[in-house]
T-cell receptor
Framework: EAGVAQSPRYKIIEKRQSVAFWCNPI?????LYWYQQILGQGPKLLIQ????????DSQLPKDRFSAERLKGVDSTLKIQPAKLEDSAVYLC???????????FGPGTRLTVL | DAKTTQPPSMDCAEGRAANLPCNHS???????VYWYRQIHSQGPQYIIH???NNETNEMASLIITEDRKSSTLILPHATLRDTAVYYC???????????FGQGTELSVKP
């Protein structure tokens, strides 16, 4: 069974530029999560989708971050404009449903210069 | 979601059992104990979870105390590839969040 796919794996941008990350969850998984992991810390949930609806985006900095999952499968996380403090690994996870185990992708490492 | 406490680091000799403790004294009756690990530069990997009973799978065993205030993850024969940060998380799976702490950095040495 294929795991959660993410791209790109690495991205370097300058501050004030925009960037987008893509996630393809495990086939059949209805719930999709985006996490931010700053160096030396554990992952922190940014947003959670159930199919194509948002369940929880309370930790998403909505002035610069946006995410969508239009057809209930793939998802895109965007940052516009990026700040230096956005340098982190962005992790996508998926699960069969809200009450099931989450499985993580390899992450995208973002460096903002 | 329960707050968990783990030692920041541990060492283990290759081939020996690694016993990773976790305190979760505030865990509620409907919160599961989940364990994930994160190998350097990879995403977190699910290991095992349990509610009340001890659990075992191909990766590890989970021992939960009767009062559910603490648990131990056991890797029976640690290898160098088990070197990782191990996270213990109290998780209410009916709408809760996975809240990652600092975890335990396990170093398996030859």
């Amino acid at each position: 069974e294929a795991g959660v796919a993410q791209s790109p794996r690495y991205k370097i941008i300058e501050k004030r530029q925009s960037v987008a990350f893509w996630c393809n969850p495990i086939s059949g998984h209805a719930t999709l999560y985006w996490y931010q992991q700053i160096l030396g810390q554990g992952p922190k949930l940014l947003i959670q989708f159930q199919n194509n609806g948002v369940v929880d985006d309370s930790q998403l900095p909505k002035d610069r971050f946006s995410a969508e999952r239009l057809k209930g499968v793939d998802s895109t996380l965007k940052i516009q404009p990026a700040k230096l403090e956005d340098s982190a690994v962005y992790l996508c996870a998926s699960s069969l449903g809200l009450q099931y185990t989450q499985y993580f992708g390899p992450g995208t490492r973002l460096t903002v210069l | 979601d329960a707050k968990t406490t783990q030692p920041p680091s541990m060492d283990c000799a290759e081939g020996r059992a690694a016993n990773l403790p976790c305190n979760h004294s505030t865990i509620s009756g409907n919160e599961y104990v989940y364990w994930y690990r994160q190998i350097h530069s990879q995403g977190p990997q699910y290991i095992i979870h349990g509610l009340k009973n001890n659990e075992t799978n191909e990766m590890a065993s989970l021992i939960i105390t009767e009062d559910r205030k603490s648990s131990t993850l056991i890797l029976p024969h640690a290898t160098l590839r088990d070197t990782a940060v191990y996270y213990c998380i109290g998780y209410y799976n009916q709408g809760g969040k996975l809240i990652f702490g600092q975890g335990t950095e396990l170093s398996v040495k030859p």
